[in-house]
């Protein structure tokens, strides 16, 4: 079946340095793909989406490019903060799924100042 | 606009006892889905409702969870008996039709 696989984390990084989260996944067809982030003590929010090949999503400094041949969906950002600490989760769905969503595991984000 | 609201944030429950969640979408908002997130993993689907109607409960423990979702708005997720493995946190989200899937902030069950 559809899944979904993101690095482990947590990640460490200085405030400004820059971030890749890699993500790739198993699907038929062309699935829509999404990042979804999930701050201390708050629901899960969405960060930015791409729903075909090619697409760039991007969204408060973060970007992600929807790459079929390599079936991936990286987060990147080039200068993290701060307030970016969080967990990060990669999801698909599929064409015919109605937005139900198969996530990753997360990958938890601190940066330090 | 308010956003998916649920209740109780937190519950603790003794293994075989019972346990109810409650959740309001956003307003108008025809689809509802129930997550289930088991700490260090993603939120895994339980089930999916359109307006009344169950459209996927596939991956729904039907020995032990229940979910309802009366005229079409609020829903109610039940387990009876709860075993140590559903210690989780209970996402409720929902979407209009198309756009964006909303996420309330969930209901955190520890069983004992």
């Known amino acids: 079946g559809d899944s979904v696989t993101q690095m482990e984390g947590p990640v460490t990084l200085s405030e400004e340095a820059f971030l890749t989260i890699n993500c790739t996944y198993t699907?038929?067809?062309?699935?829509?793909l999404f990042w979804y982030v999930q701050y201390p003590g708050e629901g899960l929010q969405l960060l930015l989406k791409?729903?075909?090949?090619?697409d760039k999503g991007s969204n408060k400094g973060f970007e992600a490019t929807y790459r079929k041949e390599t079936t991936s969906f990286h987060l990147e950002k080039g200068s993290v903060q701060v307030s970016d600490s969080a967990v990060y989760f990669c999801?698909?769905?599929?064409?015919?799924?109605?937005?139900?969503?198969?996530f990753g595991s997360g990958t938890r984000l601190l940066v330090r100042p | 606009e308010a956003g998916v609201a649920q209740s109780p944030r937190y519950k603790i429950i003794e293994k075989r006892q019972s346990v109810a969640f409650w959740c309001n979408p956003i307003s108008g908002h025809a689809t509802l889905y129930w997550y289930q997130q088991i700490l260090g993993q993603g939120p895994k689907l339980l089930i999916q409702?359109?307006?009344?109607?169950?459209?996927?409960d596939s991956q729904l423990p039907k020995d032990r969870f229940s979910a309802e979702r009366l005229k079409g708005v609020d829903s109610t997720l039940k387990i009876q008996p709860a075993k140590l493995e559903d210690s989780a946190v209970y996402l409720c989200?929902?979407?209009?039709?198309?756009?964006?899937?909303?996420f309330g902030e969930g209901s955190r069950l520890t069983v004992l």
């Open positions: 409702f359109q307006n009344n109607g169950v459209v996927d």
């Open positions: 999801a698909l769905s599929g064409k015919d799924s109605s937005y139900k969503l198969i």
């Open positions: 989200a929902s979407i209009q039709w198309v756009g964006e899937l909303f």
């Open positions: 699907a038929t067809g062309y699935p829509s």
């Open positions: 791409a729903t075909k090949a090619d």
